[in-house]
């Protein structure tokens, strides 16, 4: 796995190590800090493809906001795990990006989101994905088919 992380068949992985400043009194990794994780995976993700953030911010003048994220935490992950972080696109609007996030141990599913995206110009308005942001995502538009856990849907 590269610094980045790695895109084959559509998603895209990105190890991590649970560090002492990630967990909680429980010694379990602070709820908040899965956002943290998907956060950095995102970034990577971008940075992979070849378009880095400080790259869409200072050349096309872009940046890309949360605008919805619903998170299942399914089980804990403590100090020293070694996690994997999957995101995979699920659909690309004109000027959104809906992704499945993905934090894996061992291959056990402990938490997933679901993110929508949106990109915003400096003005903080709503901006379409340019031409070459839309290039440089073709590797996440490999779809494979993600699978979701028993009985854990996050919508209808």
Not at 35 to 41: D, G, I, K, S, V
Not at 126 to 145: D, G, N, Q, S
Request: charged share 30%; net charge positive.
């Amino acid at each position: 796995m590269t610094e980045c992380g790695t895109i084959e068949q559509g998603v895209h992985r990105l190890a991590l190590r649970v560090y002492y400043e990630d967990t909680d009194a429980a010694g379990m990794v602070y709820h908040a800090n899965h956002l943290r994780f998907a956060e950095r995976a995102r970034t990577e993700m971008m940075r992979c493809v070849g378009l880095d953030h400080t790259t869409l911010r200072t050349r096309l003048g872009l940046t890309f906001t949360v605008r919805r994220c619903v998170v299942d935490f399914l089980a804990p992950a403590r100090l020293d795990d070694r996690l994997e972080v999957q995101t995979r696109l699920l659909r690309q609007g004109g000027a959104s990006l809906d992704l499945d996030q993905r934090i894996l141990r061992d291959g056990m599913l402990l938490a997933r989101l679901e993110l929508r995206l949106a990109l915003i110009d400096q003005a903080m308005r709503v901006a379409r994905l340019p031409r070459e942001l839309v290039a440089a995502l073709a590797p996440l538009r490999e779809l494979v088919p993600a699978p979701r856990p028993a009985g854990a849907p996050l919508r209808a």
